[in-house]
């Protein structure tokens, strides 16, 4: 309103110093289609910076991403400076418009554990809005979604790019990867403990269905339980080696049909919300 407000002045100029200014017997004209044309500029080029903004925060995740999948794989401390600071700019473009949900949702895969941990990170943080959660949550929760998968790092390419179904025994490593993501974040000290606590919960499901301790509802962490929805949600829509992708509402029928029991009603619900507009 200031910016049209502002436009109207220029354009008009005042009705006491301006009319000094016309020829006699000559009309005060306000065009008002300049001002629809400068707005409607000033939107676009808004638009185009949030969209400029959005693309940088999720290059700077990924940049972020490698050296800790790095540090992880080889036993080394990493630090959650960047990574935190990624968060606070994905909870303010989300907040302002959805071209990293767009990202999300319809880019394919890249590196698979560091695309799986951004993509998962922004749907959490968009179901957590979804849920009105306050800003403090929203950070909380969408650093803990960055990092729910890095136990899967530690994982051999053999598993993670494998065609057909896994192996008994790989499967028990795979159901490894949240006790070994938790430990690696617990190295990080006190501070990050609760990021721990969610990365192990993470695969949980409310029906006592999932690992590693067959927690049920109320046992597990909301936090973990809107991850663990996101990160199945996403699992959906990228292709997989043994599968193609889902479309958004196919991936959206699957989890109402097949994984509803998995998940809090509450939380489903707002998944589709969110996802659906």
């Known amino acids: 309103m200031a ?12 009705q006491v110093g301006g009319m000094d200014q016309l020829k006699k017997g000559e009309p005060k004209i306000v065009s008002f289609k300049n001002i629809e044309k400068s ?20 290059a700077k995740a990924e940049m972020e991403l490698a050296p800790i999948v790095g540090a992880v794989r080889h036993a080394q401390q990493f630090s959650l400076d960047g990574i935190t600071q990624v968060v606070h700019g994905f909870v303010d473009s989300l907040s302002q418009c959805d071209r990293l949900l767009v990202k999300a949702i319809s880019v394919e895969r890249g ?5 799986n941990l951004l993509n998962t990170a922004i749907m959490s943080i968009k179901i957590g809005m979804g849920l009105k959660y306050t800003r403090d949550d929203l950070l909380r929760l969408g650093l803990a979604a960055i990092l729910h998968d890095l136990g899967m790092c530690l994982l051999s390419d053999d598993i993670l790019n494998k065609q057909g ?17 938790a430990q690696a974040i617990r ?18 499901r409310v ?4 690992y590693p301790r067959g927690l049920k509802d109320a046992e597990i962490h909301e936090y973990a339980q809107i991850i663990g929805l996101a990160d199945t949600f996403e699992a959906l829509l990228h292709t997989r080696p043994h599968r193609k992708r889902f479309l958004p509402h196919e991936a959206v029928r699957e989890l109402v049909v097949k994984e509803k029991a998995l998940f809090s009603t509450r939380i489903l619900k707002c998944l589709i919300q969110q996802f659906s507009v």
């Open 111 to 115: 590196g698979l554990v560091i695309s």
């Open 207 to 210: 029906g006592g269905q999932g």
């Open 39 to 58: 707005v409607a500029r000033a939107s676009v080029e808004q638009d185009a910076q949030l969209i400029l903004d959005a693309d940088q925060w999720h």
């Open 165 to 181: 179904p896994l192996s008994p025994a790989e499967r028990n490593l795979v159901k490894q990867h949240p006790e070994r993501g």
């Open 3 to 14: 910016r049209l407000n502002e436009l109207v002045r220029n354009q008009g100029g005042s």
């Open 187 to 204: 190295q990080l000290g006190e501070n990050a403990a609760w990021v721990a606590d969610i990365v192990l919960q993470e695969h949980e």
